[in-house]
Nanobody, 116 residues
Framework: QVQLVESGGGLVQAGGSLRLACAAS????????MDWYRQAPENQRHLVAR???????NYADSVKGRFTISRDNAKNTVYLQMNSLKPEDTAVYYC??????????WGQGTQVTVSS
């Protein structure tokens, strides 16, 4: 069983920064692609950033150049550095990783609120 625990959310003014962290249990972490998703009220959950086990990264167009995903395999932790935050970045942010036979493990989410 894999557990994912996010932290680092909060309230910040537009233009500010936050760093989210996702601590993962289990020995699979270093071999897994790790994702950050977000879900705004009354919207679907969308992929924000992805990092493979080899360190390759992908970003949603809306966050390119502002957000950076990274991982520390020794700490079983994936990070999302968010700079130049905008009110439209307001959402619950979730960490996720694929299950071996389909579906995803999800964290409980952390709220990010950006005020204008």
């Amino acid at each position: 069983q894999v557990q994912l625990v996010e932290s680092g959310g909060g309230l910040v003014q537009a233009g500010g920064s936050l760093r989210l962290a996702c601590a993962a249990s289990g020995s699979i972490f270093s071999a897994n692609t790790m994702d950050w998703y977000r879900q705004a009220p009354e919207n679907q959950r969308h992929l924000v950033a992805r990092i493979t086990s080899g360190g390759s990264t992908n970003y949603a167009d809306s966050v390119k150049g502002r957000f950076t995903i990274s991982r520390d395999n020794a700490k079983n932790t994936v990070y999302l550095q968010m700079n130049s935050l905008k009110p439209e970045d307001t959402a619950v942010y979730y960490c996720a990783t694929a299950r071996p036979y389909g579906g995803y493990y999800w964290g409980q989410g952390t709220q990010v609120t950006v005020s204008s």
